[in-house]
């Protein structure tokens, strides 16, 4: 029997509206197609009305989850522009900040799919660690999560000395808590029975496609700016590359645990490097040109493209790794089974805040 079957706008696997139109054959989909820009907002261009001001307010709500990265990455262009240099306490500081983040939004992701999945034990200890990795960025910035700590040169704030302190003994019961849940995940043969072969995007059609974060890596996709092109202290830390090469569901929810535990290793390090000085930045004139800045967001390569006159940003671009689209969405979901749709779907861990920016 042939019908059709319609998911959304609204759905728990999802952030953001996106409508999936499913053509079925008993079980399985026989063609897909994903109706999504529900919720563009021309960012780009409405930064080019900002003075540089307004544009540092702005850019950390262009999306609500990667804010810190976004900002990175805008900042860094910022001080291309400017030739602003970034002290070295700064530096390790916003490494600790874009690195907590990617932490929450990993655990975020993988608790989704879990719940997707019904394993409800799992859905709940990487709930509590969530929010347990939520409330270490949260303290440690002391202001909500989306305000801005980075800005041009540097920092718009020192954090505060308890927020080291709680960081330092936070992280570690983290690092060991995130180390045994990750070890059941392992070892269940429940879940594996799920997720191994279920959603597969291969080697070849994740290069093809040009997918990057959570997703390309999961797939075999060897690239992170933080280890290919590592920029502000990243290649001081004792870190490798998290790679996966099955490109199945299963892959993507170990990418982002083990990608999670990590991240918490490099804030831990980061920490322990931590030397006294100067960290905050300043508000600087522009220079005329065009620079081109990227950083590696939780969800892949975050590039900002900026031209200035010397007095504002006249023109400015934002790129984002490649998310789940229609051409991606039809390589995943084709031929899958009806249950298996809305785990392969969460298992992207897709920013919707981000690609329709």
């Known amino acids: 029997m042939s019908y059709s079957l319609t998911l959304g706008p609204f759905h728990p696997a999802w952030r953001g509206p996106q409508r999936y139109i499913l053509e079925l054959d008993g079980e399985t989909v026989t063609a897909v197609d994903l109706h999504s820009g529900m919720t563009e907002r021309g960012c780009a261009d409405r930064m080019q009305r900002l003075s540089l001001l307004q544009s540092l307010q702005f850019v950390p709500r262009i999306c609500g989850s990667c804010s810190h990265a976004h900002m990175l990455a805008y900042c860094r262009a910022i001080e291309q522009l400017t030739t602003l240099t970034v002290p070295i306490r700064a530096q390790y500081i916003r490494v600790i900040v874009a690195e907590l983040e990617r932490i929450v939004m990993h655990l975020a992701g993988a608790t989704n799919v879990c719940a997707m999945l019904g394993a409800d034990n799992y859905h709940h200890a990487l709930h509590t660690l969530h929010v347990a990795a939520h409330t270490l960025l949260r303290d440690f910035i002391g202001r909500p999560s989306n305000d801005n700590i980075i800005m041009p040169g540097g920092l718009a704030f020192e954090p505060s ?13 983290l690092l060991q808590s995130l180390y045994r849940t990750i070890d059941n995940v392992i070892d269940d043969r429940r879940l594996l029975a799920r997720t191994v072969n279920v959603g597969v995007l291969s080697h070849q059609a994740a290069s093809q496609l040009e997918v990057g974060g959570v997703i390309g890596r999961a797939s075999g996709v060897s690239t992170d700016m933080r280890f290919v092109t590592p920029y502000e202290v990243y290649e001081r830390l004792d870190a490798n590359m998290v790679v996966q090469e099955s490109g199945d569901v299963y892959a993507r929810l170990m990418l982002m645990l083990l990608e999670a535990h990590m991240s918490a290793k490099m804030v831990e390090q980061a920490q322990r490097l931590l030397k006294s000085g100067p960290s905050e930045g300043s ?75």
């Open 283 to 357: 508000l600087p004139l522009l220079a005329p040109g065009s620079v081109r800045s990227s950083v590696e967001g939780p969800r892949g390569t975050i590039t900002y493209t900026l031209r200035s006159d010397g007095v504002r940003i006249t023109e400015c671009t934002i790129q984002v790794q490649r998310q789940l689209d229609r051409l991606l969405t039809r390589t995943l979901l084709l031929n899958a089974q009806l249950d298996d749709v809305v785990p392969i779907i969460a298992s992207t861990d897709t920013c919707i805040a981000c690609a329709e920016g």
């Open 161 to 173: 000395k308890s927020a080291f302190v709680s960081l330092q003994s936070g992280i570690n019961q």
